[in-house]
């Protein structure tokens, strides 16, 4: 195992604010590193926490979005997704998500627990959520600036888009670990975990 006992938290001398982006505000801090006392400019860019639901239906079938994607110029299939709004609890922003993205409601809600989407640069939390028996109770409700197509899937077509390079998002792929062997090298089997692996509590 690696000695990180000598290893110390890096110095925070100031910070700076810069653009607000429509998405993300950016955050100069100027850092001094405690082995050599270098300071270094870092960039943080401050989000709002995302969250990402793992919706599975009465027939074990698994809620995705297509939609293109901006950054990399194309369409991608992902799970129901977004930003918490100021004021509503990760809880409620995943239930608004999975219901204007998709339709679906459910009543049975399982909090799988945070990750950090990028510790590099960025200084938020990904929440992920299971909704299970998941139904289509609503019309989509999207943005002037979505525009999603939806289509739920079996875990056998799951491994499929991921072996055909066609669900490469990688918060997706992460949450969906959660409830299902993903990795299965041959990924024939329609099989979800009885338990969801869960890292925290809510």
């Known amino acids: 195992m690696a000695d990180t006992s000598d290893q110390k938290p890096w110095k925070l001398l100031r910070s700076e604010p810069g653009p607000a982006l429509p998405v993300f505000k950016v955050r100069y801090d100027w850092m001094e590193n405690p082995r050599n006392a270098t300071v270094l400019k870092a960039v943080v860019l401050d989000f709002p926490d995302w969250v990402s639901v793992a919706a599975i239906t009465a027939d074990n079938r698994i809620v ?68 299970r028996g998941a139904r289509k109770t609503h019309e989509c409700q999207m943005d002037a600036g979505e525009d999603v197509a939806v289509e739920t ?50």
């Open 64 to 131: 995705t979005v297509r939609q293109y994607r901006f950054g990399v110029a194309h369409f991608t299939t992902e799970l129901p997704a977004g930003l918490v709004h100021q004021g509503e609890s990760h809880r409620e922003a995943a239930e608004r998500e999975l219901r204007e993205e998709t339709g679906y409601t459910s009543e049975d809600w399982v909090y799988l627990g945070w990750v950090e989407p990028n510790p590099a640069y960025q200084n938020n939390r990904l929440h992920q959520w299971l909704a």
């Open 153 to 202: 899937l079996l875990p056998r077509d799951i491994h499929r888009y991921i072996r055909e390079g066609r669900l490469r998002h990688s918060l997706a792929l992460l949450s969906l670990s959660r409830i299902m062997p993903l990795w299965d090298a041959a990924g024939t089997q329609d099989e979800l975990f009885r338990d969801p692996l869960v890292l925290d509590r809510e």
